[in-house]
């Protein structure tokens, strides 16, 4: 099984700033098979990009996604008030798809 | 619009069987496009995949639940099925019904997702 090890586990930051979050994959799953979620609490998951930088649909272009590989980033450009929530990225490339364990983005 | 919604009992005992229901409204699962998945989630944890059957069967399941899991669906009820058995604590998350992004895939992005329902195994 693939491991996803997202980084920070939480990141502090004000509304306003740029927020970058990482997700490594224990192998490469190309450039391809990586999805971020954002999550609030007692909400199920929302996909905001897959195939690593497709925004789904109705999500903001503040939101962006990169990487290829083992490496990839979830960039929020400008933190709006309710970005503030987890954030889990998940890689389909084999089976079993594997999520991260998360990071926590709060406000500063 | 595509509507998922996860029952079934909140508690259930160590080493007895975990059994849930995801109702889909809005769509019909013997239209045969998408598989239905479920996911569990731990509190403090990532989200886990635990498998996805297309409507005619063919469940694929994560091989570190397989023995115990069993996903079904009823296409005249439009309802999918989840039995866990033999749980233990470590079974305690919520559990989602979702639906994958692309058709014809059992995993992948899930762009579809039920509220979740919460199931706890103690005695």
């Known amino acids: 099984e693939i491991v996803l090890t997202q980084s920070p586990g939480t990141l502090s930051l004000s509304p306003g700033e740029r927020a970058t979050l990482s997700c490594w994959a224990s192998?490469?799953?190309?450039?391809?098979?990586l999805a971020w979620y954002q999550q609030k609490p007692g909400q199920a998951p929302r996909l905001l990009i897959y195939d690593s930088s497709t925004r789904a649909t109705g999500i903001p272009d503040r939101f962006s996604g990169s990487g290829s590989g083992t490496d990839f980033t979830l960039t929020i450009s400008r933190l709006e008030p309710e970005d503030f929530a987890f954030y889990y990225c998940?890689?389909?490339?084999?089976?079993?798809?594997?999520f991260g364990q998360g990071t926590k983005l709060e406000i500063k | 619009q595509l509507q998922l919604q996860e029952s079934g009992p909140g508690l259930v005992k160590p080493s007895e069987t975990l059994s849930l229901i995801c109702t889909v409204s809005?769509?019909?699962?013997?239209?045969?496009?998408?598989?239905w998945a479920w996911i569990r989630q731990s509190p403090g944890k990532g989200p886990e995949w635990i498998g996805s059957?297309?409507?005619?069967?063919?469940?694929y399941y994560n091989p570190s639940l397989k023995s115990r899991v069993h996903i079904s669906v009823d296409t005249s009820r439009n309802q999918v099925y989840l039995n866990v058995t033999s749980v233990t604590a470590a079974d305690s998350s919520v559990y989602y019904c979702?639906?994958?992004?692309?058709?014809?895939?059992?995993?992948?992005?899930?762009?579809?997702w039920g509220k979740g329902t919460t199931v706890t195994v103690s005695s």
């Open positions: 809005g769509a019909s699962i013997r239209s045969g496009t998408y598989y």
């Open positions: 979702a639906r994958p992004q692309q058709p014809f895939w059992s995993g992948g992005p899930m762009d579809v």
């Open positions: 998940q890689q389909y490339f084999s089976t079993p798809n594997s």
């Open positions: 059957s297309y409507y005619t069967g063919s469940p």
């Open positions: 192998q490469s799953i190309s450039s391809t098979y």
